[in-house]
């Protein structure tokens, strides 16, 4: 069973579309986090929920909105899509912060928009 | 805030060769560093990390780091690379509560025959 698994892996739309990318983590961990990964793979945090709670919401534009239905899931969602968010966007899931454990990787999510 | 610079955006070598990927970091507190690796279109796998403790750290495939506190430095190191090591790697920093990690920009590794 994959740990933190990500649909869709390539996501090709239109600007100006809304699209959602989907986030499961079957670790039992607490944290989950949405990275950015740009053209140049620069590694960007966006955001981060502690058990469905926001703990961390980095200058992002507010066209993206992430979602924590439950500690097992976190989904993001964009609207109005631009060209500039043509990215790789990984998932992620820690244990409670603090223990050091490291961070469990999603496969990412390709988007790009034309 | 924490911060990590890689110091080599391009690592070219020869198979069976040694090689040193350099980390740098900055922090006004207590840190925990990791390195990850990124094979082509994958997401990023853990390779070791530097928690307390000895210094030298040891992580998966052979690879090994060792933590300067004085040179604020985290470099990995593997005494012999095979061609299935070519992959992006990442030196990351957290500070002790690890709810955020840092990245530096990478280092692309490339092996030779």
């Known amino acids: 069973d994959t740990a933190v698994s990500q649909t869709p892996k390539y996501l090709v739309t239109q600007m100006g579309n809304d699209k959602s990318i989907k986030c499961e983590q079957n670790?039992?961990?607490?944290?989950m986090y949405w990275y950015k990964q740009d053209s140049k793979k620069f590694l960007k945090i966006m955001f981060s929920?502690?058990?469905?709670?926001?703990?961390i919401n980095e200058t992002v534009p507010n066209r993206f909105s992430p979602k924590s239905p439950d500690k097992a899931h976190l989904n993001l969602h964009i609207n109005s899509l631009e060209l500039g968010d043509s990215a790789v966007y990984f998932c992620?899931?820690?244990?409670?912060?603090?223990?050091?454990?490291?961070?469990?990787f999603g496969s990412g999510t390709r988007l790009t928009v034309v | 805030a924490q911060s990590v610079t890689q110091l080599d955006s391009q690592v070219p070598v020869f198979e069976e060769a040694p090689v040193e990927l350099r980390c740098n970091y900055s922090?006004?507190?207590?840190?925990?560093l990791f390195w990850y690796v990124q094979y082509p279109n994958q997401g990023l796998q853990l390779l070791l990390k530097?928690?307390?403790?000895?210094?030298l750290v040891k992580g998966i495939n052979g690879f090994e780091a060792e933590f300067n506190k004085s040179q604020t430095s985290f470099h990995l190191r593997k005494p012999s690379v095979h061609i299935s090591d070519t992959a992006e790697y990442f030196c990351?920093?957290?500070?002790?509560?690890?709810?955020?990690?840092?990245f530096g920009e990478g280092t692309q590794l490339t092996v030779n025959p």
């Open positions: 992620a899931s820690s244990l409670y912060p603090g223990t050091g454990g490291g961070y469990t």
């Open positions: 670790l039992g961990h607490d944290t």
């Open positions: 929920y502690n058990n469905k709670e926001l703990i």
């Open positions: 922090s006004s507190v207590s840190v925990y």
């Open positions: 530097y928690l307390s403790g000895s210094t």
């Open positions: 990351a920093v957290s500070d002790t509560s690890g709810s955020r990690l840092t």
